[in-house]
């Protein structure tokens, strides 16, 4: 009963008309960012982190959600459309939708898509907003030591989510610790890498790094590649958009097994939303009664996996307000977000921030009423925004990514880091190295750095706290099973099938 009256506190904070105003800008923001191939609802939010500074803090992270939200959605028009996923997360909806447009079933894919979308979105999020408090209650418990090992695992997962491999994710991560340091030590008041610069002495804003890093970077990548964006031919919708009552009857239950599969995946800290898709998929090939549609356009495969993708951004959410653990791209960015206002995802936030925390849960339903009714009406809209010419595209995002910044923090050697950081991003995406660690290591370096500092000083500097501790040491085993496990589990499979042999 307290959660339904702290919820319905947060509805009566989402529904005033700028709140409102904010969610509807975010939904369509994020639907035309998920339409448009290589721009993905993390750049969009880091490019708008800038602007929101000194905005109300409940509007901007209501707008943010609503983005994260609307780029679910988007991403599947293009994947229909064009055949090009606008994400990972969108690469199964693209295997059958596109095959189902090809054969004039343009309509019913886009329509099974969008309410499966609404349905998996509405449901994750009743249970986020049973599940988060539930899991912050809990986390209240933790000691400076625990806190500490939890960052270690998150450290080792994002490592592991992101990139090709561990050694590119542990590189980046890296990469985001040091720029972490920059700043003057809170303990020791000495200049930690600020090169005599004195604008550096407060440390890296994190906005000018989530611009320069997603923004920049990928406008010099898509540069680099001298490629346009229509290179697929768009399918054109032929027939009624709506679906029929055989469609209905096939779709229903994927929209449920997808829900399943995409929130408690997404909830967990190493999750995503590709590994639930994938599973989503194989789940209904198996259990379809048309097995002979699948390869050429069965409408299970884009109901089911598109549900997976849109409960596993509410359960994404889970770790990241309840633990501070961002477990995608956009969640990191929306933790710089939080961190813009002073706010620190946590358990705590749900005692000092309840009405920010519980509007913006509550918004997400709101959100998801509006995207079902901007996404089936206006496809013939989102469709046309896939004739913007590239360099027009990426041009405006850099002018925007500039402007932002300066708009920010008017410095000379603000727009510099813009500059040298993009460069780097842009380095680490034509070798393959994942961008999003950069920021976490960022973000959450510092906090660790604090907590651990914290625990020894508690413990007259004994390092054995972190084991003394049975929860603390429960995330230290977890964490190097993460990083080892993998590892050892390939060689010790290598090594029997060379036994067998």
Do not use: C
Request: proline share 6%; no cysteine; hydrophobic share 50%.
């Amino acid at each position: 009963m307290e959660t339904l009256a702290l919820l319905g506190n947060g509805l009566t904070i989402a529904l005033q008309p700028t709140n409102l105003i904010f969610a509807l800008i975010g939904v369509t923001l994020g639907t035309a960012v998920g339409v448009l191939p290589g721009i993905g609802p993390a750049m969009t939010v880091a490019l708008l982190l800038p602007v929101t500074f000194k905005m109300d803090p409940a509007g901007s992270l209501i707008m943010f959600a609503g983005i994260y939200y609307g780029g679910m959605y988007g991403g599947s028009t293009t994947s229909i459309l064009l055949n090009t996923p606008g994400e990972s997360a969108s690469i199964i909806t693209a295997m059958e939708g596109n095959k189902m447009a090809r054969k004039g079933r343009a309509g019913p894919a886009l329509a099974t898509a969008a309410i499966g979308s609404f349905v998996a979105g509405t449901i994750a999020t009743a249970l986020l907003t049973l599940f988060a408090p539930w899991l912050a209650e809990m986390a209240i418990a933790f000691g400076p030591e625990d806190y500490f090992a939890l960052m270690v695992v998150a450290f080792i997962t994002v490592s592991a989510t992101f990139g090709s491999s561990r050694l590119r994710g542990l590189t980046s991560l890296a990469i985001g610790l040091t720029l972490g340091l920059v700043g003057i030590d809170k303990l020791t008041g000495q200049a930690r890498l600020a090169f005599g610069v004195p604008d550096l002495l407060d440390g890296l804003e994190v906005t000018t790094v989530a611009v320069a890093m997603f923004a920049v970077g990928e406008a010099m990548a898509v540069a680099s590649q001298r490629s346009s964006l229509g290179e697929g031919q768009v399918q054109q919708i032929r027939g009624s958009l709506w679906m029929t009552r055989e469609d209905w009857k096939r779709s229903w239950a994927p929209w449920l097994r997808g829900t399943a599969f995409g929130f408690p995946i997404g909830a967990l800290p190493a999750g995503g939303a590709e590994v639930p898709t994938f599973l989503s998929y194989s789940a209904e090939k198996r259990l379809t009664k048309h097995p002979e549609e699948f390869g050429h356009g069965a409408i299970e495969g884009v109901a089911g996996p598109e549900a997976a993708n849109n409960a596993s951004a509410a359960g994404t959410l889970v770790p990241l307000l309840t633990l501070g653990i961002p477990t995608s791209a956009t969640a990191a960015i929306m933790l710089a977000g939080f961190q813009q206002y002073n706010l620190q995802p946590g358990p705590l936030l749900f005692v000092t921030s309840a009405d920010i925390v519980w509007g913006l849960i509550a918004s997400l339903f709101i959100a998801n009423a509006m995207l079902i009714v901007l996404n089936l009406p206006m496809i013939g809209l989102w469709v046309k925004l896939l004739s913007i010419p590239r360099p027009w595209l990426y041009g405006g995002i850099l002018m925007f990514a500039t402007v932002g910044v300066l708009a920010a923090k008017g410095s000379l050697v603000e727009l510099s880091l813009v500059l040298v950081l993009g460069l780097l991003a842009f380095a680490m995406r034509r070798f393959d190295y994942p961008v999003a660690p950069v920021v976490v290591g960022m973000i959450l370096g510092p906090m660790a750095e604090t907590q651990l500092r914290r625990a020894l000083q508690i413990n007259n500097g004994d390092p054995m706290v972190l084991l003394h501790s049975p929860i603390s040491a429960t995330l230290l085993v977890i964490a190097v099973l993460a990083l080892f496990g993998p590892m050892l589990w390939s060689r010790l499979g290598w090594t029997m099938k060379s036994d067998e042999d």
